[in-house]
């Protein structure tokens, strides 16, 4: 018997990034040396203080349910944690403890968005943004942030493509994949923007704390009072404190978004992994020293490794702020060794040279890919060499 399934299922995007990471896991399970730059997550492992938080937890018997919006513990830990770095304020009732800021998005929605309603998506794009809003009936109205105003939409933009169909802007800064960070001036413009037109501001803060060469993170909601209102500021421990598998993000504003989001998050997922909250208090109460090691480990393979990348024939690359990726406009480089695409560039690299990378097709730009510096310098310098002899012999053979 064949089962049909449901049209919100069968009209979701099949991810790029998934498609590669398969197709390299094949290759090194084959005895193939590939190495992979399409890492989403530091290569740092948590800090052995959360660690110990959860393992103490464990043994004293925390694992049980919690609330479904989270430990009231965590949820003062995160309000702490924003008046320490923002220096705004929130309610208990104004936080949802999430699995993931993934599933804060999610959640998120799917609360918010009825059939048709628009949400306004800066392109390059996190690649599940577009698929969220289409899950929850909603419909991406795309705008392109140019290479020149460093993948950043202007003012203008925003106003251009807002209707009376507009329910919200997502906003990521520090951007995945581009690194790119928003100014406070950058940031209150847009603010006002929507403010003036009551479109509810999502601000995707996951990399907030690797920042790199003096560059600064603010958060759209510190801007003002009447910004702050109209912003739901999405965050986590995935990145800041390399806490990927533990699954903890949050998110942060309107009373009434929030609590329905904890509703609906009750007939779905309960609540997050109580052991993991007890790791993340510990986290967010202890010391950063770990968080700013890591920081600086980034920064210093971010402004060794870029030199070496931009000298690559046909690549080109705006200097990354924040994060942990490069994006890199190799289209030049796909014509230089006679690939019709950048896709089948990028395929070429892994299944010829043995680098893995992910394009950028899957982030609505298809000239770039994305190269994740979340990898020791070693390996990635060692990639460098595989790809700039692929594309000397490939150019080679072109003549």
């Known amino acids: 018997m064949e089962f049909s399934l449901a049209k919100r299922v069968s009209a979701l995007t099949p991810s790029s990034t998934l498609a590669i990471t398969a197709k390299a ?10 190495i992979g730059l399409g890492a989403g997550e530091p290569d740092f492992n948590t800090p052995q203080q959360i660690i110990e938080a959860a393992i103490l937890s464990m043994r004293e018997g925390k694992t049980k349910y919690t609330a479904t919006g989270g430990l009231p513990a965590l949820k003062k830990a995160i309000i702490d944690k924003f008046i320490r770095d923002q220096g705004i304020d929130y309610k208990p009732s104004e936080v949802i403890v999430t699995n993931g800021a993934k599933h804060a998005l999610y959640t998120l929605f799917q609360v918010i968005l009825d059939e048709e309603d628009e949400v306004i998506i800066p392109i390059p794009y996190w690649v599940s943004y577009p698929e969220q809003v289409k899950l929850a009936g909603g419909k991406s109205v795309f705008i392109n942030g140019s290479e020149e105003n460093q993948f950043k939409i202007t003012p203008e933009q925003l ?221 990635f310098e060692n990639a460098l060499t595989r790809i700039s002899s692929f594309i000397t012999e490939k150019r080679a053979l072109q003549k």
């Open 25 to 34: 896991n094949e290759m090194k399970a084959e005895g193939i040396s590939v």
């Open 159 to 379: 106003k251009g493509a807002i209707t009376d169909k507009t329910k919200a802007f997502i906003l990521n800064s520090p951007s995945n994949p581009t690194g790119m960070i928003y100014t406070e001036e950058e940031l209150k413009l847009l603010g006002e923007i929507c403010v003036e037109h009551g479109i509810i501001i999502v601000s995707d803060e996951i990399y907030e704390k690797l920042v790199y060469d003096g560059h600064n993170h603010i958060s759209i909601a510190q801007i003002s009072p009447s910004i702050k209102e109209q912003t739901i500021i999405i965050n986590g421990v995935s990145k800041s404190h390399s806490m990927t598998g533990w699954r903890i993000g949050y998110a942060a504003g309107n009373e009434k978004i929030i609590k329905a989001m904890t509703d609906l998050a009750s007939h779905s997922t309960s609540n997050p992994t109580t052991p993991s909250q007890y790791g993340t208090i510990a986290a967010y109460n202890g010391t950063q020293e770990p968080v700013e090691e890591m920081r600086k480990a980034f920064e210093e393979r971010l402004n060794t490794i870029y030199p070496k990348l931009i000298s690559i024939p046909g690549f080109r690359c705006v200097k990354p702020q924040g994060a942990f990726y490069f994006f890199v406009n190799v289209l030049e480089a796909a014509k230089i060794t006679g690939y019709e695409s950048v896709d089948e560039f990028a395929k070429g690299l892994l299944e010829e040279a043995n680098v893995a990378v992910i394009p950028g097709s899957g982030f609505g730009a298809p000239d770039y890919i994305r190269l994740s510096y979340a990898t020791s310098l070693e390996n």
